[in-house]
């Protein structure tokens, strides 16, 4: 059994896998030590992996390492199997790494657009042969709307929520169309380039905010909640298999 946690920039989120398949999972503002001794208490782990953007308790990372069998805490340098062209590898998070493998697991041999749709958007590509090229980073739909608020003297802060229109009739509306819209045309043509220099381009749209978009993204796309810990089981299988 595996243990796989990912400390968010907005929450925390921990899964429980058992070979590959995910058998449990939880979401905590903020983890605490007695959480991770209960799930201990309730299943047999041997194998644990912790990846991070944000901070952390030490007290955590300490039980992990004194308590189980295996203990990985993800990083640019950790062994993963696919090859990293990052050049800037000491600076790439450990979320993009996460669903980059994650993302190869499924389209193994294939080039692939992952859609990290978080706190801030990633645009990561994965070649056919396996390879790590690169991708960019955008704000989320709530770093959008914040920003607007915070910037302007007079812009309200408006909640992101799944009504799209193309043109806004009032301040709030023209805010969250604006936003909302603005991400879409910027998925779309981030997309439709791909695809003209990448035949069989795949796209896979995972993160918080997908739900507003992924009925609204013309190209066929593939929708994977769990791609991070996908990822992440199979960094810990593949470590632990070669260790």
Do not use: C
Not at 17 to 35: A, G, R, W
Not at 87 to 101: E, M, P
Not at 189 to 194: H, M, R
């Amino acid at each position: 059994m595996n243990l796989l946690l990912d400390f968010g920039n907005t929450n925390t989120k921990i899964a429980v896998y058992n070979n590959k398949e995910i058998v449990d999972s939880h979401t905590f503002k903020e983890l605490q030590l007695s959480d991770i001794k209960n799930l201990k208490h309730s299943s047999s782990i041997n194998n644990v992996i912790l990846s991070s953007v944000s901070k952390y308790k030490e007290e955590i990372k300490n039980y992990l390492r004194n308590n189980f069998e295996n203990f990985i805490e993800l990083n640019s340098n950790t062994p993963i199997p696919i090859e990293l062209k990052y050049t800037g590898k000491q600076t790439l998070g450990n979320d993009r790494i996460a669903t980059s493998v994650g993302a190869n697991n499924i389209f193994p041999n294939t080039n692939v657009l992952v859609i990290d749709m978080g706190t801030a958007i990633t645009f990561d590509f994965i070649n056919s042969k396996n390879q790590f090229v690169g991708g960019n980073i955008s704000p989320g739909v709530n770093l959008r709307l914040k920003s607007l608020n915070e910037h302007t003297h007079k812009l309200p802060l408006v909640k992101k929520n799944k009504k799209f229109q193309l043109i806004g009739t009032d301040t709030n509306s023209a805010i969250l169309f604006g936003v909302e819209n603005g991400i879409l045309f910027e998925v779309e043509g981030y997309i439709n380039k791909l695809k003209n220099e990448y035949k069989n381009l795949k796209i896979i749209l995972t993160g918080g905010d997908t739900f507003l978009f992924e009925k609204m993204i013309k190209n066929p796309i593939f929708v994977k909640s769990n791609l991070l810990f996908q990822g992440l089981n199979r960094i810990l299988n593949y470590n632990v298999k070669n260790n």
